[in-house]
């Protein structure tokens, strides 16, 4: 269970007002550049109309945390990330999932993150026609998402992943969902594992969006081991699912 820590304190009403302002700031970069992707969309060629999307992406995620750091809002240590950044080939990160800001922090790091994303955010007038720009993978058909998958990796992209489907609900983490072990197997790449932590309760499961939490929000991210594809990715997965419940315990 989330806990605050003495370094936290109830927001007041000027954080209250900054925090609005923060996700404000957040919502108002997105949807401008939702706009202006639906734009570009027909008219950029597909390969690097993808490179800058999920580059555009990352830099916009990046300017929330550096003005969510500024104002003393947030406290984000992803530096880790930054070894993986240049890495060639394609590449799987899998991450445990505390809190609904974690894509944010793993993508802001690294602008050939894709993501997958349930069907409906595709829709969203915020997100939408940017993750379409970015080639963003929707999850609601299972083969076709290994398909496109398998397919971003191969063109060298890092795929951002959680194992455990949702935002953790159970200690220390939830079930793994299968998929991750046999997407590394067929595009023949590694899966790089991140390990998230947050004393934080802001948007655990169940937290709402503009409900202003305990300031700071502190988010640490630190690499784990790195897994190689087997054939056998079925007891892979068992192995990778062992592997982040003993490190999240830590």
Request: net charge positive; with cysteine; aromatic share 6%.
């Amino acid at each position: 269970m989330t806990t605050t820590t003495l370094a936290q304190r109830a927001p007041g009403p000027l954080h209250r007002l900054l925090f609005a302002l923060l996700i404000a700031q957040l919502g108002l970069m997105s949807l401008v550049w939702s706009l202006v992707a639906l734009l570009l969309f027909p008219l950029l060629p597909r390969r690097s109309g993808t490179r800058f999307g999920r580059s555009v992406i990352s830099f916009i995620y990046r300017t929330f945390w550096k003005t969510a750091q500024r104002i003393g809002m947030m406290r984000v240590d992803s530096s880790a990330l930054d070894v993986l950044r240049d890495e060639p080939g394609g590449l799987i990160v899998a991450a445990n999932h505390p809190t609904m800001l974690d894509a944010l922090v793993v993508v802001a790091r690294l602008p050939r993150g894709v993501c997958v994303m349930k069907a409906e955010l595709l829709r969203n007038v915020f997100l939408g026609t940017g993750a379409k720009l970015a080639r963003y993978i929707r999850n609601d058909a299972g083969r076709g998402m290994v398909r496109d998958a398998v397919k971003s990796l191969k063109e060298g992209g890092q795929l951002v992943l959680f194992p455990e489907g949702t935002r953790t609900v159970r200690v220390p983490i939830n079930d793994f969902k299968p998929g991750i072990t046999l997407i590394a197997h067929l595009a023949h790449v590694p899966i790089q594992t991140v390990l998230i932590e947050s004393d934080s309760p802001y948007l655990t499961k169940g937290w709402p969006l503009l409900r202003t939490p305990p300031i700071p929000v502190v988010i640490r991210l630190r690499l784990g081991e790195r897994f190689a594809p087997e054939a056998d990715h079925r007891a892979l997965l068992r192995r990778l699912e062992n592997y982040f419940g003993r490190e999240v315990r830590r």
